[in-house]
């Protein structure tokens, strides 16, 4: 029998027989070895990916183009909300770039009725050419069938308050503020550096203690007979309460800022239908660019190099639909349809004379591709909002393919400017469609 020394002796014997391995031994890896692992799997991972992936750019602009449909999205549900019109604005980001960074909110502040229970308004039929009427706002009550008397006090209404483009409601009859007279002194200004949307100063009014503000107006429409508000020869109406409806102003919500090396071309975007003509951010119709001497053109130049709408909003009623469109501050009424191009920053340009544009049916394969990849309304990746206006639809979609060496302006060798018109016009047929796609 084995003694108590020697059992423990086998015991421990089997115990390390069963901690070897059955086969040989297999020393660790090396630190080279693993080096050389790690290196593989990396050159593995980074030409996998970009397969397996969408490229970067073509991933942003997809992001973008989602976010600013939500955004809008946004903007409709607080129309909804308040019962106001509600809506999205953006602008360049620099002058001469032609392409957007951000988008922010629009609202309609409330209408305006006095900072008193006694503010009020008297009016007169206007005594200069370009106006119909004289407003002037005042704080007192007496009645009194003067012109415009000194003793009235005026409405102490701050600068920067009121715009060139407000409404302004006195008994059922609305006049809308054209005043040019910006600074209040009693000399206008050039239309073009006081366009609507803009402030009222009064920096140079004389004596306004006891001289009230006037500002003169165009009447803009009545719900009574405008005969009985306002008398002849110049008289001015006793006192009357007024609501001041006033333009769009930006709202406190942040803005959305889009993602980095992605933008609104301002260019290729723009409106079909609409008081200010056709499809415009650049053109007015499909093959006719806006004249050299258009407000949205400065007119000092020969060509169509600096286009001028260089700001955007865009106002939904409470129903969702598009209510108003303003292109520098000039409303456009009537507007069938806003499409909005998303694009590479990099390729957006001002200049629609630009040679690079220009494709005639002589340019190669290659060529093309390489010019493909600059310009935002040929290259693949770029994408289209568009929104109905009458019923504030909303589609996102791709950019038509378009071969610009087989349209007319290029087979006939047209100007670079007629070109782009064209192109345009076919880059964005899924977007005149409002063809809806899936994907990511």
Not at 97 to 108: C, D, H, I, N, R
Not at 133 to 147: C, E, K, R
Request: with cysteine.
């Amino acid at each position: 029998m084995l003694d108590a020394k020697s059992k423990k002796r086998k015991a421990n014997q089997q115990w390390r027989d069963a901690a070897q391995p059955a086969g040989p031994f297999r020393p660790a890896l090396t630190l080279i070895e693993l080096l050389v692992v790690i290196t593989i799997l990396t050159t593995l991972v980074a030409g996998v990916i970009p397969i397996l992936s969408p490229n970067n750019d073509v991933r942003k602009i997809r992001e973008a183009s989602r976010a600013v449909q939500n955004y809008i999205t946004i903007a409709q549900a607080e129309a909804a909300r308040t019962g106001r019109p509600h809506g999205i604005g953006f602008v360049e980001s620099a002058p001469g770039s032609g392409v957007a960074l951000e988008v922010f909110q629009l609202e309609v502040p409330q209408a305006f009725a006095g900072f008193s229970n006694f503010s009020r308004v008297r009016i007169a039929n206007s005594s200069l050419p370009l106006y119909t009427h004289t407003l002037q706002f005042i704080y007192g009550d007496s009645p009194t069938t003067d012109p415009f008397p000194l003793e009235y006090v005026q409405e102490p209404l701050p600068p920067n308050f009121l715009r060139r483009g407000d409404i302004v409601e006195v008994d059922g009859v609305r006049y809308q503020i054209t005043d040019l007279d910006q600074d209040g002194d009693g000399n206008p200004e050039a239309e073009a550096d006081f366009p609507q949307g803009d402030f009222y100063t009064f920096d140079n009014q004389p004596n306004p203690a006891s001289n009230p503000i006037t500002i003169q107006c165009n009447y803009l429409s009545s719900t009574r007979p405008l005969l009985s508000l306002v008398a002849g020869g110049g008289t001015a109406t006793a006192p009357k309460e007024y609501r001041n409806f006033r333009q769009p102003a930006n709202s406190p919500e942040p803005p959305l800022a889009l993602p980095r090396g992605v933008g609104i071309d301002m260019v290729a975007s723009g409106i079909e239908g609409g008081t200010l003509g056709g499809f415009t951010f650049l053109f007015n119709t499909y093959g006719t660019p806006a004249p050299s001497n258009s407000s949205f053109y400065d007119d000092t130049l020969a060509t169509f190099a600096t286009p001028q709408i260089n700001s955007v909003g865009m106002m939904f009623a409470p129903s969702g639909r598009i209510e108003r469109v303003y292109l520098n501050g000039a409303e456009s009424d009537s507007v069938a349809k806003v499409m909005l191009l998303l694009g590479r920053v990099e390729n957006a340009s001002v200049d629609p004379t630009d040679p690079n544009f220009s494709l005639s049916a002589s340019v190669s394969d290659s060529d093309l591709e390489s010019r493909r990849e600059t310009i935002n309304w040929l290259n693949l990746d770029s994408r289209w909002i568009s929104i109905s206006a009458n019923n504030g639809r909303m589609v996102g979609t791709a950019n038509t393919f378009v071969d610009p060496r087989q349209l007319s302006a290029a087979q006939n060798n047209d100007p670079v400017i007629d070109q782009v018109a064209e192109q345009l016009f076919a880059a964005r047929q899924y977007a005149r469609e409002m063809r809806r796609e899936g994907g990511r």
